[in-house]
């Protein structure tokens, strides 16, 4: 139990253009989901957190219009990359939690590399 | 605020050694721990857990103990295997009701040898 998919796993964009990467839990109600940026060789920086229904909680110098967040149902969390640039580059990774399974333990998705040309 | 020191890498090991990764936390109330490994191209997996002072967390011969006077959490595996390579990322939630944000040390780099 408590699997947690991303699509796509890799996505090559050119600059300029928007970006959409799903996260879904598959066999758990995902009330809250988080997502992450990884660089490489680094740790994972929180980007926002999202209540299913609600307006996500973006984390401190996160651009909210850059990276849209929507939670509209308890199995799915997107994330948009908007206008997106070659810094922008980089690996997110997502995460859920909900009951029953657990409601203060994370659940990660196999993350999704993007690349922006 | 809380926050999560992990001894820095790469560690680079002989397969069958022993495995120690130094993990220290800071946080201001009772949190639960735990151990995630990411292999590489992949996200995070939950290696082990434990939620309360005196636990130990063990999985896949890995085990770690939540020790609240040192507020340490070392992970340990006594005889690695080249397949063990991977980042160890150590993290706490602070258990405050609902599902709250996982605070990460940076990550260790372990890599195991024949």
């Known amino acids: 139990g408590a699997v947690v998919s991303q699509h796509p796993s890799r996505v090559i964009c050119k600059s300029g253009t928007s970006v959409k990467i799903e996260c879904r839990s598959l066999d758990f109600q ?47 969390s997107t994330l948009t990359v908007t206008s997106a640039h070659p810094e922008d580059s980089s690996f997110y990774i997502c995460s859920a939690s909900g009951l029953p399974i657990s409601y203060n333990e994370q659940f990660f998705g196999p993350g999704t590399r993007l690349t922006v040309l | 605020g809380d926050s999560v020191t992990q001894m820095e890498g790469p560690v680079t090991l002989s397969e069958e050694a022993f495995l120690t990764i130094n993990c220290t936390y800071t946080a201001t109330g009772y949190p639960s721990l735990f151990w995630y490994v990411q292999y590489p191209g992949e996200g995070l997996q939950l290696l082990l857990k434990a939620t309360k002072a005196d636990d130990k967390g063990s999985n896949k011969g890995f085990e770690a103990t939540y ?4 507020t340490s959490f070392h992970l340990e595996k006594g005889s690695v295997q080249v397949s063990d390579s991977a980042v160890y990322f150590c993290a706490l ?20 040898t024949l």
């Open chain 2, 67 to 70: 020790r609240k006077e040192t």
């Open chain 1, 30 to 76: 995902a009330t809250t989901m988080f997502w992450y940026r990884q660089f490489p060789k680094q740790s994972l920086m929180l980007m926002a957190t999202s209540n299913e229904g609600s307006k996500a909680t973006y984390e401190q110098g996160v651009e909210k219009d850059k990276f849209l967040i929507n939670h509209a149902s308890l199995t799915l």
């Open chain 2, 93 to 112: 939630s602070d258990p405050t009701g609902t599902a709250s944000k996982l605070t990460f040390g940076t990550g260790t780099r372990l890599q195991v």
